[in-house]
């Protein structure tokens, strides 16, 4: 086939493409900066419609992974790239005659805070969703999701967690708060979350890709179906990396109050004229919840749908991880 991955700078976007490219699909990605991947590409905002349009002709399915997902920012940052975008790619694809398109969601886009313990992919609500990528990102999911149809064949991926060797979200954000003794463990660190290996979540893309047809319409959520105390698996993954394991337990009420102190000052600093952006915050109260509850997911629709099962085990995960640190 001729596929177009969007968002192709990130690490899940990046080895999706090369492993689509590898089986032998005509692979071309789309992204604002250049990617340094030796595939054609085209450099391009998602929210530019004509610049879309022109991109998708010829393409037989789309593969749209581009987003804005740093945890904190402005309502409108995240609107233009997760909705604004979301939009534009459907209505170059049905505009185009592409007959696929797999949408890049996120299991946060139906977390209301609570914890989800053993359900499937439950309908996206931005109104309970947590936090401006959450709320953008149940949005996109219900713009995509409402452009399939007879033509257009449309699939929401919700892989949970990614992770793995060249991570810069969760393996590199967790590695520099232990290095630097900010890593402490919210509530008893013994919520059962789930996560998912990078090689997984890159099978499961490209299966659905093949199975875009037979799975239109739904949304679906991809783990490694290993669900592990959250404090033991941010300390195997601080151990394979070679940092620190964090010791220090912070009660989750306390956590969620700082966070949510946090939240107000960002959001007074981005509304600051020519203030810029102040980097990431220390804490806020999306991530105390997602540090303290418990999110694992029921995956045998997702397996039966995509005729997709993960290949590398949390174990062989995290020895590849350490293997890339040098720690083994």
Known sequence: MKVLVTGASGMLGRQTALAL????????????????????EVL?????????????????????????????????DYERANVQGTASVVQACAASGVERLVHVSSPSVAHSG???????????????????????????????????????????????????????????????RAQSGRLPI?????????????????????????????????????SNGEPRPVGELIADICRAAGAPTPTRHVPFPAAALVGGLVD??????LALPFGGSPGDPPLTRFLAEQLSTAHWFDQRRTRELLKWTPAVSLEQGLAELADSFGTT
């Open 264 to 269: 107000a000052i960002w959001a007074t600093r």
């Open 21 to 40: 490219a590898a089986r032998g699909d005509d692979v071309t990605v789309l992204q604002r900066h250049p990617s340094g991947l030796p595939l054609p």
């Open 114 to 176: 609570a914890s989800l313990v053993g359900v499937g992919a439950e309908v996206a609500d931005p109104t309970g969703a947590r936090g401006h990528y959450a709320r953008s990102k149940a949005y996109a999911e219900q713009v995509a999701l409402g452009g399939d149809g007879e033509t257009l064949a449309v699939v929401a991926i919700r892989p949970h967690l990614v992770w793995g060797p060249g991570d810069t979200q969760l393996v590199g954000r967790l590695v520099e």
């Open 44 to 76: 391009a905002d998602v929210a530019d419609r004509a610049a879309m349009r022109a991109a998708v002709a010829g393409h037989d399915a789309v593969l749209h992974l581009a987003a804005k997902v740093n945890v904190t920012g402005r309502w409108a």
């Open 186 to 222: 919210i509530g008893s660190g013994a919520a059962l979350i789930d996560s998912t290996y990078v090689t997984n979540a890159v099978d499961a893309l490209v299966a659905a890709v093949d199975r875009c047809r037979e799975a239109h319409g739904q949304a679906l959520v991809v």
